[in-house]
């Protein structure tokens, strides 16, 4: 094995690992037309906002009063009352099939408590299943019922509001879902391209014998894993301007911070995750075992524990933890800062410093693993 | 012995080979048993959407006892927690662009004073967006808790609310006073409902990679010809690949479901019969999907990105992530054709509500339906490209 690294060698690694990839087309589809799909759909799909909640009234009061507060839930935009309901009993088979979200039921002497300036209870039954929308449900109609109290006349003097809550959102004003999953899904993206792509290169060698002969040249091991990292960091390349292009053309996902950085940052992660997956591929040495490690190593933590979806500081304190050795966690931060707050290297040092440590070791594992088998 | 025109004893010997096959290898029986188990307690932690301990700066320029006590009634409910205190008012942005605090809280001047006087003091909520979902929940809660503290300082709601507002429990306050219930799962967290989900997903994950490997890895050895050249027919060869992973997946049917009730205190309130007969729908449909795609995979690589290409938008459209009602229409339609979307909602009543198939009949009925129909095809599809 020669010892210094010959640019010649290192470019017909990255010639032969290109023409594979293009002679598999469904490799080639995967990486550019999935991204692409990937971005359309989640950015339509994922939606957090809670509109047209189906709902059922059992209003026993059947007043004026009564029927006002259930035109402030229809009209509110978030609430479709799909039932009118007349007794009790009709209330536990809705919520079993999941005809509707919510029940509210107005007892009888709802008009006359009010008229009282008393508290008038009125019941909301809720599938609490969902809870996320459920408690979403809840907010709503607490709003509401606050702003109908707020205007109905109590005793000829309406209930004032005596603290103005003046509330701005930064960085993404309308609170689009969209906004916030563009970002992140170029890490996901990445992590998942990466290692499924990559993880099968060396166990496919490995399953057809060519790896004897890959070691019988003389090839050496860093020419190797670089020579195979190549064709994939261009591809990544691509992905990350297309990721971009398609989130600001179909989402108006706005980019306020520097493309460079997001390059460099883009290309870091993409090292790490392609030496990560070169290192399952290597110690797995079988396809099928490949490709489940992948999944489980890098997939799954990529899309539920770096943020992507899940908010980590909502999870319990081992998870997030945990969530500090998954790399996508960085990238997500990163992309966040510099697509939605416009932010620079004077803040997101810690995540470049972060995506660095992760790319060394992952190319380091990968050429360690290697080592072994190759000598 | 035959029966439906196969015959067992070479069933039987097909099934045994596929057996060994899988379990030669000591990993793949830890990544096939013991993966699911790991994913679910991972995940089942991660995936929550609850939001707890959102970190808050507070700015707090009253310096009063009532600014103190509205930041106590944030932290209060543990919603909030309050991560650092601001000097001056560059602080906030600060903290907000590090993402040091998502929320940003404000307190005027004169805050008290306003409020003594019965006028309208104002508190300034700045809330970082980039996630939205937490952005709206936090807002929400924010907005609630100091609207309430408003009114129970206020001394023109307490005249407003006289004597007759006492000893009901609730706000106290005059008005509509709304009580919630949340059935099925009365402290509404997110884990109790998600878990079923992730279930639903390593199933369809665990079915789908059995089958498809278990096909392409044959062909691309050049085995799948030896066993075309043998006297099994294709139904055999079909059903005896295929039957070693239904046991697969109902043992990990049988493991998830255990921790998923031991260990995160899923309630399971409706029957195992029910649960049984569903997944068995289910997991025949993930077979047939395994099989059309290695009918059209010749190497593992190429098997392993279709399932991919399926897998993902399959997940995403079953709801388990985000309600198929809250999707645009069109999206709503299209996740009809999805075997996940059906799983997921049977299994969540199955888990949560105790639903039997009573109630269920449809759900079974379109995954029974859809997954007959795949094999079908797959059965169809597979004999030609083999023979």
Same mark, same amino acid.
């Given at each position: 094995?020669?010892?210094?690294?010959?640019?010649?060698?290192?470019?017909?690694? &990255?010639?032969?690992?290109?023409?594979?990839?293009?002679?598999?087309?469904?490799?080639?589809?995967?990486?550019?037309?999935?991204?692409?799909?990937?971005?359309?759909?989640?950015?339509?799909?994922?939606?957090?906002?809670?509109?047209?909640?189906?709902?059922?009234?059992?209003?026993?009061?059947?007043?004026?009063?009564?029927?006002?507060?259930?035109?402030?839930?229809?009209?509110?935009?978030?609430?479709?009352?799909?039932?009118?309901?007349?007794?009790?009993?009709?209330?536990?088979?809705?919520?079993?099939?999941?005809?509707?979200?919510?029940?509210?039921?107005?007892?009888?002497?709802?008009?006359?408590?009010?008229?009282?300036?008393?508290?008038?209870?009125?019941?909301?039954?809720?599938?609490?299943?969902?809870?996320?929308?459920?408690?979403?449900?809840?907010?709503?109609?607490?709003?509401?019922?606050?702003?109908?109290?707020?205007?109905?006349?109590?005793?000829?003097?309406?209930?004032?509001?005596?603290?103005?809550?003046?509330?701005?959102?930064?960085?993404?004003?309308?609170?689009?879902?969209?906004?916030?999953?563009?970002?992140?899904?170029?890490?996901?993206?990445?992590?998942?391209?990466?290692?499924?792509?990559?993880?099968?290169?060396?166990?496919?060698?490995?399953?057809?014998?060519?790896?004897?002969?890959?070691?019988?040249?003389?090839?050496?091991?860093?020419?190797?894993?670089? +020579?195979?990292?190549?064709?994939?960091?261009?591809? +990544?390349?691509?992905?990350?301007?297309?990721?971009?292009?398609?989130?600001?053309?179909?989402?108006?996902?706005?980019?306020?911070?520097?493309?460079?950085?997001?390059?460099?940052?883009?290309?870091?992660?993409?090292?790490?995750?392609?030496?990560? @997956?070169?290192?399952?591929?290597?110690?797995?040495?079988? *396809?099928?075992? &490949?490709?489940?490690?992948?999944?489980?190593?890098?997939?799954?933590?990529?899309?539920?524990?770096?943020?992507?979806?899940?908010?980590?500081?909502?999870?319990?304190?081992?998870?997030?933890?945990?969530?500090?050795?998954?790399?996508?966690?960085?990238?997500?931060?990163?992309?966040? @800062?510099?697509?939605?707050?416009?932010?620079?290297?004077?803040?997101?040092?810690?995540?470049?410093?972060?995506?660095?440590?992760?790319?060394?070791?992952?190319?380091?594992?990968?050429?360690?693993?290697?080592?072994?088998?190759?000598? | 012995?035959?029966?439906?025109?196969?015959?067992?004893?070479?069933?039987? *010997?097909?099934?045994?080979?596929?057996?060994?096959?899988?379990?030669?290898?000591?990993? &793949?029986?830890?990544?096939?048993?013991?993966?699911?188990?790991?994913?679910?307690?991972?995940?089942?932690?991660?995936?929550?959407?609850?939001?707890?301990?959102?970190?808050?700066?507070?700015?707090?320029?009253?310096?009063?006892?009532?600014?103190?006590?509205?930041?106590?009634?944030?932290?209060? +409910?543990?919603?909030?927690?309050?991560?650092?205190?601001?000097?001056?008012?560059?602080?906030?942005?600060?903290?907000?662009?590090?993402?040091?605090?998502?929320?940003?809280?404000?307190?005027?001047?004169?805050?008290?004073?306003?409020?003594?006087?019965?006028?309208?003091?104002?508190?300034?909520?700045?809330?970082?967006?980039?996630?939205?979902?937490?952005?709206?929940?936090?807002?929400?809660?924010?907005?609630?808790?100091?609207?309430?503290?408003?009114?129970?300082?206020?001394?023109?709601?307490?005249?407003?609310?006289?004597?007759?507002?006492?000893?009901?429990?609730?706000?106290?306050?005059?008005?509509?006073?709304?009580?919630?219930?949340?059935?099925?799962?009365?402290?509404?967290?997110?884990?109790?409902?998600?878990?079923?989900?992730?279930?639903?997903?390593?199933?369809?994950?665990?079915?789908?990679?059995?089958?498809?490997?278990?096909?392409?890895?044959?062909?691309?050895?050049?085995?799948?010809?030896?066993?075309?050249?043998?006297?099994?027919?294709?139904?055999?060869?079909?059903?005896?690949?295929?039957?070693?992973?239904?046991?697969?997946?109902?043992?990990?049917?049988?493991?998830?479901?255990?921790?998923?009730?031991?260990?995160?205190?899923?309630?399971?309130?409706?029957?195992?019969?029910?649960?049984?007969?569903?997944?068995?729908?289910?997991?025949?449909?993930?077979?047939?999907?395994?099989?059309?795609?290695?009918?059209?995979?010749?190497?593992?690589?190429?098997?392993?990105?279709?399932?991919?290409?399926?897998?993902?938008?399959?997940?995403?459209?079953?709801?388990?992530?985000?309600?198929?009602?809250?999707?645009?229409?069109?999206?709503?339609?299209?996740?009809?054709?999805?075997?996940?979307?059906?799983?997921?909602?049977?299994?969540?009543?199955?888990?949560?509500?105790?639903?039997?198939?009573?109630?269920?009949?449809?759900?079974?009925?379109?995954?029974?339906?859809?997954?007959?129909?795949?094999?079908?095809?797959?059965?169809?599809?597979?004999?030609?490209?083999?023979?």
């Amino acid at each position: 094995m020669t010892a210094r690294l010959s640019a010649g060698r290192l470019w017909a690694m &990255a010639r032969k690992e290109w023409l594979h990839i293009r002679r598999d087309s469904r490799s080639l589809a995967m990486a550019f037309a999935v991204p692409a799909a990937m971005v359309v759909l989640f950015g339509y799909v994922i939606t957090f906002d809670v509109r047209d909640i189906r709902m059922a009234v059992l209003d026993q009061s059947n007043t004026t009063q009564s029927r006002d507060l259930v035109d402030a839930f229809r009209s509110s935009g978030y609430f479709r009352v799909a039932r009118q309901l007349t007794s009790d009993d009709q209330i536990s088979p809705l919520l079993v099939r999941g005809t509707v979200r919510l029940v509210l039921v107005i007892p009888p002497d709802f008009a006359r408590h009010l008229a009282a300036a008393e508290p008038a209870p009125v019941q909301a039954l809720l599938d609490g299943g969902d809870a996320n929308t459920a408690s979403i449900a809840i907010n709503y109609a607490q709003a509401i019922v606050t702003s109908y109290s707020a205007t109905a006349v109590l005793k000829g003097v309406p209930l004032p509001v005596p603290i103005a809550v003046d509330s701005r959102v930064w960085y993404n004003e309308d609170l689009k879902s969209s906004s916030m999953i563009v970002p992140g899904l170029m890490a996901a993206i990445m992590m998942i391209l990466s290692a499924l792509l990559t993880s099968l290169t060396i166990a496919r060698e490995w399953e057809r014998g060519t790896m004897e002969q890959l070691a019988a040249t003389p090839v050496h091991r860093l020419e190797v894993i670089l +020579g195979k990292l190549l064709p994939y960091l261009g591809i +990544g390349a691509v992905d990350i301007v297309l990721v971009a292009v398609v989130g600001g053309v179909v989402f108006a996902v706005p980019f306020r911070g520097s493309p460079a950085l997001l390059m460099v940052t883009g290309m870091l992660f993409l090292v790490g995750a392609q030496g990560l @997956g070169m290192f399952i591929s290597a110690s797995a040495k079988s *396809q099928f075992l &490949a490709t489940q490690l992948a999944m489980i190593v890098t997939f799954l933590p990529a899309m539920l524990l770096s943020g992507l979806m899940f908010d980590i500081s909502s999870m319990p304190k081992v998870l997030q933890v945990i969530s500090l050795v998954v790399p996508a966690r960085y990238f997500i931060a990163a992309t966040r @800062g510099i697509f939605l707050k416009g932010v620079g290297l004077e803040v997101l040092w810690g995540q470049a410093l972060g995506m660095l440590v992760f790319a060394l070791a992952g190319l380091g594992l990968a050429v360690h693993a290697f080592r072994k088998e190759i000598v | 012995v035959t029966v439906l025109g196969l015959d067992l004893g070479r069933l039987v *010997q097909l099934v045994r080979k596929e057996a060994r096959q899988t379990f030669r290898d000591p990993r &793949a029986l830890r990544v096939i048993f013991m993966a699911p188990i790991l994913q679910l307690v991972i995940f089942g932690y991660a995936v929550t959407t609850d939001v707890k301990d959102a970190a808050m700066i507070v700015y707090d320029r009253d310096h009063t006892t009532e600014s103190r006590e509205l930041v106590q009634a944030l932290t209060a +409910g543990g919603y909030f927690r309050v991560a650092s205190l601001a000097a001056k008012a560059e602080d906030l942005a600060d903290a907000l662009d590090h993402g040091r605090a998502i929320v940003a809280l404000e307190i005027p001047r004169g805050f008290q004073g306003h409020l003594a006087a019965g006028g309208r003091a104002s508190v300034q909520l700045l809330i970082d967006g980039t996630t939205s979902n937490t952005a709206t929940v936090a807002q929400a809660y924010a907005s609630q808790i100091i609207l309430r503290f408003g009114q129970q300082h206020s001394p023109l709601v307490a005249q407003t609310a006289g004597t007759g507002a006492q000893g009901h429990g609730g706000t106290g306050l005059p008005g509509v006073d709304l009580r919630v219930r949340a059935w099925y799962n009365p402290n509404l967290e997110s884990r109790v409902y998600n878990v079923p989900g992730v279930v639903c997903n390593l199933m369809m994950l665990m079915a789908l990679l059995l089958t498809t490997l278990a096909v392409v890895r044959e062909r691309e050895l050049g085995t799948l010809e030896q066993l075309m050249v043998s006297p099994l027919t294709p139904g055999e060869l079909i059903v005896g690949k295929t039957l070693p992973v239904v046991g697969i997946a109902l043992v990990d049917l049988a493991l998830i479901t255990t921790v998923a009730t031991l260990w995160f205190a899923i309630p399971l309130r409706g029957t195992l019969a029910t649960l049984g007969l569903t997944s068995l729908a289910y997991i025949v449909c993930g077979l047939g999907i395994g099989l059309l795609i290695s009918t059209v995979s010749s190497t593992t690589q190429e098997a392993f990105m279709t399932m991919f290409m399926f897998f993902l938008p399959a997940m995403i459209f079953s709801g388990f992530f985000f309600p198929v009602e809250n999707m645009p229409v069109f999206f709503q339609y299209l996740t009809l054709l999805d075997p996940v979307r059906y799983y997921v909602e049977a299994v969540r009543a199955i888990f949560l509500k105790g639903a039997g198939l009573a109630v269920l009949w449809p759900d079974v009925l379109v995954l029974t339906l859809m997954g007959g129909g795949i094999l079908w095809f797959a059965a169809r599809r597979f004999h030609k490209t083999t023979a």
